[in-house]
């Protein structure tokens, strides 16, 4: 069973018709067949298919049937990262992509370890589309950066803001307030400096704590954003 | 700064000895020196250390305080993981350890990839006891098994029960009743079989889901427990 995204025009007559890349991906590397059940999400919708039909990097699908897409939490996360080592950074993207996160800002801290190039963004997003589709997800979360922490708090406006620093007094699952949305700030390993806590603050950020436990900059992101999304 | 566990017999006249596998480990790998402080961690009690003398693998330091350990949580949470595939068992170790869960027991399931051998648990056990110490906890968790599910669910008396299962209904975050502890039975990649459900809903337990997304399974067990421990 495989899990992609599609645009409204690849579906036409009851069939749709994935090529170029997806294409190349689901015949060549995916090998699906003729008779294999798969899901395409485009707008908000999933559509239940199978395939009738595969020419190389040409997928031609049935449409079997339709419905809202699932795969969407209702409480919004985004994120802003700030910029870890690559192997961490992509754990980061695959895991918060899975638990949910439904968009990414990579920021350029004063500690982040690595300056990556603007070019460093596709490589992002092809990693989030990746876990969208292994996830089961409704929407292909939007990745953006590398950016100043200002820059990327620009980009916060309407959500409620938490800074995760573990020195702060409010554990996180305190913060939460029944706000749809929550931006998430979340520094490299050695921590935001003082100068970024001011920044983030004199934009209306609280500052939250995980406990007294120590978690890897690679894995307390992915824990913060799912006690958020998964509040009863 | 380093973390260590200590036995009560290594404390005499306010100065802490470390020799052994640990002091080797923190002498020759971790190159403490004279004047470096740390934390030695015994029965429930943090204390604070500077090192004194480094001899070899022997380490001699002084004792300058001492309080209450302060890295484990107030919900106690027990993993019943079924066995994955080395690096994906390793990781939710090393991850469980760092939010805080308290015990782990390996379940030899039916469908878990892998069958490791009775001497794999030692070295279960030095993963947890690593990341113990750097996740700065107030214990070590207790590991056991290879087992099956029934010797397993034999252990998890007197704490609320959890299955995690997709296809449960009731979101993980729901079955949170204020219990001081709990158990949480995660199945291996393929999940738990219908024989294997049955087991654990005799033994009372609840099943439960993460959302509608796919987690994998390195990934499931570690925001299953950190969301029951980090319960406001």
């Known amino acids: 069973m495989f899990w992609t995204f599609i645009d409204a025009s690849q579906i036409s007559g009851g069939m749709v018709r994935i090529d170029g890349k997806k294409g190349h991906h689901l015949g060549r590397v995916l090998r699906v067949r003729p008779g294999e059940p798969g899901v395409a999400v485009c707008a908000g919708r999933e559509y239940e298919l199978e395939v009738v039909g595969v020419e190389g990097a040409r997928i031609v699908a049935r449409l079997l049937n339709e419905r809202p897409a699932r795969g ?3 409480t919004r996360v985004a994120l802003l990262q700030a910029v870890l080592p690559n192997p961490d950074l992509d754990a980061v993207l695959e895991g918060g992509t899975a638990v949910g996160i439904q968009g990414f800002v990579a920021v350029q801290a004063a500690r982040s370890v690595g300056r990556p190039p603007a070019g460093r963004l596709a490589r ?3 990693i989030v589309e990746s876990a969208a589709e292994q996830s089961h997800r409704g ?3 939007r990745v953006a950066g590398p950016m100043t922490l200002t820059a990327a708090l620009d980009q916060a406006g309407g959500s409620r803001l938490l800074a995760l ?6 554990p996180l699952a305190r913060a939460v307030d029944g706000s749809p949305a929550y931006t998430i700030a ?3 390993e050695g921590g935001w ?3 970024e806590l001011s920044t983030l603050r004199a934009r209306g950020a609280l500052a939250v704590n995980l406990g007294p436990r120590i978690l890897r900059a690679r894995l307390a992101p992915i824990v913060a954003a799912a006690i958020l ?3 009863p």
């Open 124 to 126: 992002w997003e092809a």
């Open 229 to 231: 999304v998964q509040r």
């Open 165 to 170: 620093h573990p020195a702060a007094s409010l």
């Open 72 to 74: 969407e939490a209702s």
């Open 139 to 141: 929407e292909i979360p």
């Open 193 to 195: 400096t003082e100068d």
């Open 186 to 188: 979340v520094g490299p």
